[in-house]
Each structure stands twice: as C-alpha cells, then as structure tokens.
C-alpha cells in the first residue's frame, strides 16, 4: 500500500507556525489553559465538535459516517519549568516555562493531522479520535483522563502517539515491539534519629550515617535481587541532611528513581528497598518514613501496530527505521492508555546540528528540527487510515 499523506506548502508553513505559536507560550501541567483554547478553536474552524476533558485536555472526534473501527491518536500539550537558553524569534515569552521536550511539536503535529484527514477525505471508514492530553511530564494527565472517562466515551480499538526524539537524525523512526520505554518510580526516604554535638556521638543517633549506609547498600539491589535477564536501574539523585559540621542532624533525607521495563522487576524493587532500608534503620535503632510512588508503567508496544508504522516507513522514500529494538529507561505515561486498548508509542527523530537540534531533552537550549514534523503527521495519519479498516 502506497503512502498518500502529502503536505501542500500551506499546511507545512501552518504546521510550522503552529509549533513556534506554542513554543512561545509554553504552560506547566495542568495550566495549559491557553494551549487548550488554541487547540479548541482550531478544531472548531474544521467543523469538529471538540469537548474538555480533565480540565485542560481536549478531545475530538473525525467520523467518516461509515463503519469501521475507532484509531485513537495522542498528543501531550504540557511544557517543563525550564529557563529557556535558546535566542531565537519564538523562544518562551513565559518566564522559566520552557517546551523542553518537544510537546509544542506533538500538538502542532496532532493539529496538523486532524486538518489533512479532514480536508483530504481519505477517511473512508470508521472514526479518528484524537486526545490533546495534558500533564505528560507529571505522569498523571493519561490517567486522569482515564478516569474522567475518555475509555468508556469514546471506546477506541487502537491507539498510537508519538515522540519527536533530538537524539536521533531527522526522518529516522524508532519502532519497537514490546517494552519500549521503562517505568518510572520515585521514592524518598526520611531517616529520623536524634541530633546532638558532634563530638560526642554515643549521646546522639545518627541519620547520616544510616542513610549512608542505606545508600551504599541499595547499589545491590539490582546486582543481587534482580533476574541479570531484567533491565533495571535504581538510582539516588538527590541526598540532604545537617546545617553544621560539628552537628549530628535530626534527620536525613533521600531521594531516588526506579526504572524497569517489567511489572514483575517493579514490584521486586519495591519490596528489596523498603526491606533494606526498613532493616538499617532497625539494626541501628533509628526510626525511617518511605513514601514510594509508582509514576509510570513500562511503555509496551502491540506487534501488530508496530507493524503498521514500520509498514509506512518501510515504503517511504524519505523516512528510515532505526536501531531495530530500540528501548530507553525514559518514563512516559502514554503507557496507561496502552494499557487500556492496544497500539503504539514511537520516536520521530528530530536531532540536526546544522539548525542546533543536537541537545537532550529538558535542556535549556533544547531544540527540534521542524523538518521532522511532516514526516509525525504522515505516520499518524496512514496509520489512522491503516487502523479504521475492518
């Protein structure tokens, strides 16, 4: 089946103009009260019947008015509390509020699909549903739409979304069967002990060196409580405690992540901490709040709509796959809707230092190429035109 999804010169410069608009005006989670009003006019202006949806979220429906099966595509619309670095003409008038991750792109593309599948009439069966979600990056706008119904509505058969990837080269796709991105826990750690003088210690229970212990002890959680078969990382990223160097504190506090691409090595991890860290803090007397959150679920792709995208780029002359097998120990909360219906999650890459595309994610002069972004709405749109066929 050959591609038919071709941007004409107007919807490219729209596409365009509609990343550097939300560029510019980035919002946090749950504020994207602007970003949504754009989103609704803009469905609107094509005749769509748009509804709200946990607040600032916005759904829409395309119906060809014939049957066929229900393709749900997702675009998060959030930005990141990021001070942004970058001098060009559309960088963030938002004070330390930054599109750092590339959602400003995601809605634009969504935008931008949702016009050519509208105007183009290619929709021969079925329906397109399309979820401008928010709050990605606090892991908690797909689920919020979950419970605010968006399953139980609209009852989609498949679902797929999309990431614009800087790390990759532009028009390269990475499409994975199976886990493709990992959990993402956090977890923070109080060791309560009793201060006092730091030269005279045996009066005093000391935090410090308990969470030292429990730090070093925890790097053996994942080379002796894990299947090796299972990718797992348990990392501590941030650590305080004490105000004086002749001082035991009261109390010291820990933080960290876990990240896994197994439900199973999620709960093991879980339990291998909380018992580690529960044993110190007895062995030594000392009392200890864990408050573990469990963020995301892994990310797993169905093979069968990996398939279809692998399909299209496979027949495109300007799009190439990636590393077959691609994974990344990223979060991402897309995975709760795959939990829901069936589908796929993959990365457009969108990385060219010659248009100074070449820095991470969450950098402060992170950048896309927007050469990337046609090549997000034609696999979204083939494979809306693939999925609704019976």
Known sequence: MANRVELSDIQQKELIAFRRRFHTYPELSYE????????????????????????????????????????????????????EENTHAYRSQNDGVMHACGHDGHTAIMLSVARWLKESGALQQGRVLFVFQPAEELAGGAKAM????????????CCAGLHLWSLAPTGTILVTDGPFMASADQFEITVNGQGGHGGIPHEAKDPIVAAAQMVVALQSVVSRAMDPADSVVVTIGQISGGEAFNVIPDSVRFSGTVRTFQASAQDAVEDSIRRIVTGIAQAMGLDVDINYTRMTVPTVNDARYAGVVRQVVEESSTMTLGEPGFRTMAGEDMAYFLNECPGIYFFVGAGNEAVGAQYPHHHPCFEIDEAALPFGVELLCEFALRCTLD
Do not use: H, N, W
């Not at 979950?146 to 058969?157: M, Q, R, S, V, W």
């Open 146 to 157: 979950i419970e605010a119904g968006l399953f139980e509505t609209y009852k989609p058969d």
């Open 32 to 83: 994207e009260r602007e970003t949504a009003r754009a989103v609704y006019e803009q469905l609107e202006v094509l005749g769509m019947e748009p509804e709200m949806m946990a607040d600032t979220g916005v759904v829409a429906v395309l119906d060809s008015g014939r049957p066929g099966r229900t393709v749900m595509l997702r675009a998060d619309t959030d930005a990141l509390p990021v001070q």
